[in-house]
């Protein structure tokens, strides 16, 4: 049997981690604390969890780090890779596509690209202890 994967997105500012992860999001520093928080939601989760993040300007180097040490999974992905992804997607399924926005739009949820990227040539972390 196929183990579940869940992404969760973080948009990475200065001062705050904007995380979501289906319906839920939730705004965390983006310090030692905020990284703790969020390990501790991501270990609270049943199925294998990995993180999905952009390079933003360096803030996000002590939150990889964390989650590298934490042996949480995480990809760096550039935003403008992301889209162009998508959209190839899109134009490959278009149906597929069509229904998966459509549910996204109900529910509020924006990490449909997410999961087209995990086996798509994203840069995976891990740590190698």
């Keep these: 049997m ?3 994967v869940v992404y969760l997105g973080v948009d ?3 001062a705050y981690l ?3 992860m289906g319906n839920e999001k939730r705004r965390l520093a983006n310090d030692g604390t905020g990284h703790r928080q969020l390990i501790n939601w991501i270990k609270q989760m049943e199925a294998q969890v990995q ?3 952009e390079p933003s300007g360096g803030y996000e180097r002590m939150l990889i780090q964390a989650l590298v040490g934490a042996q949480v999974k995480v ?3 550039q935003a403008n ?3 162009r992804l998508w959209t190839s997607h899109a134009a490959a399924n278009p149906h597929r596509v069509e229904a998966t926005t459509g549910a996204a739009a109900r529910t509020g949820e924006s990490a449909p690209a997410f999961k087209s990227l995990a ?3 994203a840069k995976s972390r891990r740590s190698s202890g």
Excluded: F, T, W
């Design 2 to 4: 196929k183990e579940e």
């Design 51 to 53: 993180v999905i993040c």
């Design 119 to 121: 086996g798509d040539g």
């Design 18 to 20: 904007d995380a979501a």
């Design 81 to 83: 890779r992301a889209l």
């Design 12 to 14: 990475v500012a200065k």
């Design 75 to 77: 990809s760096l992905v």
